[in-house]
């Protein structure tokens, strides 16, 4: 539960369904019910590391606003393969 958390580790962003090879997004949106959540997930007021997995550029300008509970770091990870998260873990 992220209310008896010290730290959250956020992690948003899209895989190979979304964009690959040969396949383009149509907008730099995050994809789904992602950033509603990410806003409620910010409310919280607890320090928040947001993790971004994406192969392309990511709008998350709106989380990062003077207006809202801002993310204490950004991690981009891109596209971090199948041991990326124990790196990022670590």
Known sequence: STSAAD???L?????KTIEHEGLDRSDTALP???EAFAFKVLALGKPTVLVLTNGGALAIDKLVAPSVKAPYAIVESFNPSVVGGKAIGA
């Open 32 to 34: 789904g019910l992602q």
């Open 7 to 9: 730290v959250v580790v």
């Open 11 to 15: 992690v948003l962003g899209n895989d």
